[in-house]
């Protein structure tokens, strides 16, 4: 088994975040010193950088007591909406699997990219090489593309803006008004569609999912052969991501009776 380096500084402010959410009440810098076996100007050093970024802050300006903060909180309701999404979307996407015969994935945005957290492919005719974990563009997949259409224009501008934008197949948008226009009809329609733009031989259905707050949490999609898409197949498929989507989305409290809404 290879051994794991361990970075000291790292592992202080992870070492001081465990501290502060286990003790449950705010702390002093001399407290926390003390309960880290550390030196008090390494501690303020510390204590500064987490305050600078938002995952401590001070409670108490008098006192100089500490607790934890707002981008602490964030980051742990992150893995836990990540964590749920996937619990309730597991069932879903088995059965679009069978209903389909279709492989369907479970995905979120992350840095620009969209990261694939679930799939279903028991009953897949042809499996895609996409793995669980792994980062592909936005702009020319299924799931990435209904995550693109769920931003503002502003945050798509933002993205694909500056510089050339990448091409994966023949048939892949590379340019922001076409990227824009794709992202329009999204929202129109209700769902992507990634026609030959990652893959040549796939052609992929996808919608966002979206909680309470009409923000998009992640997004699911359905990628077929291109050869077995008909017209009456298209239909299906996207009627089956749609609801899937809405679905989803309900559970998590959302209340709009389509999606893209207030895009």
């Given amino acids: 088994m290879e051994k794991i380096r361990i970075n000291k500084s790292a592992e202080r402010a992870l070492d001081l975040l465990v501290l502060l959410a286990k003790t449950g009440t705010a702390l002093t810098l001399n407290e926390i010193c ?24 001070l409670e108490d300006p008098r006192l100089k007591t500490y607790r934890l903060g707002l981008a602490a909180f964030e980051t742990g309701m992150a893995y836990q909406a990540n964590m749920e999404i996937t619990q309730l979307a597991r069932p879903l996407l088995l059965e679009l699997n069978k209903q389909t015969g279709s492989t369907v994935f479970l995905g979120v945005e992350d840095k620009g990219k969209v990261v694939y957290l679930d799939k279903a492919e028991n009953f897949s005719v042809m499996r895609p090489t996409a793995k669980l974990g792994s980062r592909r563009y936005l702009h020319t997949t299924g799931v990435g593309k209904a995550l693109l259409a769920a931003m503002p224009d502003e945050k798509i501008e933002y993205l694909y803006g500056d510089g050339e934008i990448p091409r994966k197949t023949s048939f892949s948008k590379v340019t922001l008004p076409e990227i824009l226009q ?12 990634d026609d030959r733009e990652d893959n040549v031989e796939m052609y992929c259905m996808g919608s966002a999912i979206f909680d309470q707050s009409n923000q998009p949490v992640a997004a699911i999609s359905i990628a077929s052969v291109l050869s077995s898409m008909t017209p009456e197949r298209k239909e299906m498929v996207s009627n089956l991501i749609s609801e899937t989507a809405i679905k989803l989305s309900n559970q998590l409290g959302y209340s709009a009776k389509r999606l893209y809404q207030n895009i």
């Fill in 34 to 57: 003390t309960e880290m076996g550390m030196p008090k100007s390494s501690g303020f050093e510390l204590v500064q950088t987490l305050l600078y970024k938002g995952f401590i802050e």
């Fill in 182 to 193: 794709d992202m329009k009809e999204i929202r129109e329609r209700g769902y992507s569609i």
